[in-house]
């Protein structure tokens, strides 16, 4: 049973930092993709970034040079590390995880929310 559990979600002061990391339950490095989502109150929820196991990355452009997605495979741990943020950025923000082995296999965490005070 894979598990992923966030944390590092809070109330943050606009142009402050906050760090989000996904704690998952198996050695991330058997996952092809990871990524944090979020979903605001009465909107979809949306891809904020993501990284494969190549380390290559991709942002939503509303984060692009202040958020950054990083991956510990020896902690089985992913980060989101966020900077200058915005109350816009306020949301509950969700790990996500895909494997595929001829199934596509999508896990998803509790979330964590993160509200930024103007």
């Known amino acids: 049973q894979v598990q992923l559990v966030e944390s590092g979600g809070g109330l943050v002061q606009a142009g402050g930092s906050l760090r989000l990391s996904c704690a998952a339950s198996?050695?991330?490095?058997?996952?092809?993709?990871m990524g944090w989502y979020r979903q605001a109150p009465g909107k979809q929820r949306e891809l904020v970034a993501a990284?494969?196991?190549?380390?290559?990355?991709n942002y939503v452009d509303s984060v692009k040079g202040r958020f950054t997605i990083s991956r510990d495979n020896a902690k089985s741990t992913m980060y989101l590390q966020m900077n200058s943020l915005e109350p816009e950025d306020t949301a509950v923000y969700y790990c996500?995880?895909?494997?595929?082995?001829?199934?596509?296999?999508?896990?998803w965490g509790q979330g964590t929310q993160v509200t930024v005070s103007s």
């Open positions: 990284i494969d196991r190549g380390a290559n990355t």
């Open positions: 198996v050695s991330i490095s058997s996952f092809n993709r």
């Open positions: 996500n995880a895909e494997r595929s082995d001829r199934i596509l296999y999508v896990y």
